[in-house]
């Protein structure tokens, strides 16, 4: 499979850092009706990911990360290929 989660305490804390601050930083991302700050934006994606309510996943084929909620159809889907 192309595609893995990847446990939050796999990575340094300075690959954590840079995946939760490039996640942030896309646009389209949203965090309900008022825009966060940064910190703000940075603190909850961390939690979450440390709480079990996000997961990280890996691409092989397109090498990219991304953060997705622990209840996201996405990953059942992935779950039906596994």
């Known amino acids: 499979m192309p595609i893995h989660i990847i446990p939050v305490d796999k ?17 389209g991302t949203d965090y309900g009706e008022f ?9 909850q994606v961390k939690q979450k990911l ?10 092989d084929e397109m090498e990219t990360t991304n953060i997705f909620r622990h209840d996201d159809p996405i990953l059942k889907k992935l779950d039906n290929f596994q």
């Open 11 to 27: 990575l340094s804390a300075e690959a954590l850092h840079g995946v939760i601050k490039e996640f942030i930083s896309r646009d």
């Open 35 to 43: 825009e966060a700050s940064v910190e703000k934006k940075f603190r």
């Open 50 to 59: 440390e709480k079990g309510l996000a997961v990280l996943l890996y691409d």
